[in-house]
């Protein structure tokens, strides 16, 4: 089974940036639409991006559009989150996951598959 790893996580300021990554601890990403996912203290999971295994799909929450961009580099199986302009509302847990293709659409829950990773936290505080 695929298994996902998340880093890039950290502390920062408003208006601050971090890049967060996701990598499989084996086999590869190519085939794969991946989303991201957060959860916040006290708060349900919420999908904030995903983007299909070729990228000619890719959706963002309106909460993150314009700040957040998601990309992935298939050579590196790698898949990333640019997130910039970061607010304190922003704060959560992180996670990567497999996400079913047809789900990746603007407006639309992102519906995760089977594979997740174990989160990485990102906090905004000043």
């Known amino acids: 089974q695929l298994q996902l790893v998340e880093s890039g996580g950290g502390l920062v300021q408003p208006g601050g940036s971090l890049r967060l990554s996701c990598a499989p601890s084996?086999?590869?990403?190519?085939?794969?639409?991946i989303g991201w996912f957060r959860q916040a203290p006290g708060k349900g999971r919420e999908g904030v991006s995903c983007?299909?295994?070729?990228?000619?799909?890719?959706a963002y929450a309106d909460s993150v559009k314009g700040r957040f961009t998601t990309s992935r580099d298939n050579a590196k199986t790698t898949v990333y989150l640019q997130m910039n302009n970061l607010k304190p509302e922003d704060t959560a847990v992180y996670y990567c996951?497999?996400?079913?293709?047809?789900?990746?659409?603007?407006?639309?829950?992102?519906?995760?598959?089977?594979?997740w990773g174990r989160g990485t936290q990102v906090t905004v505080s000043s």
């Open positions: 996951a497999t996400v079913y293709r047809s789900s990746c659409e603007y407006g639309t829950t992102f519906r995760a598959g089977g594979s």
């Open positions: 084996r086999l590869t990403l190519d085939d794969y639409t």
């Open positions: 983007i299909s295994s070729d990228s000619s799909k890719i």
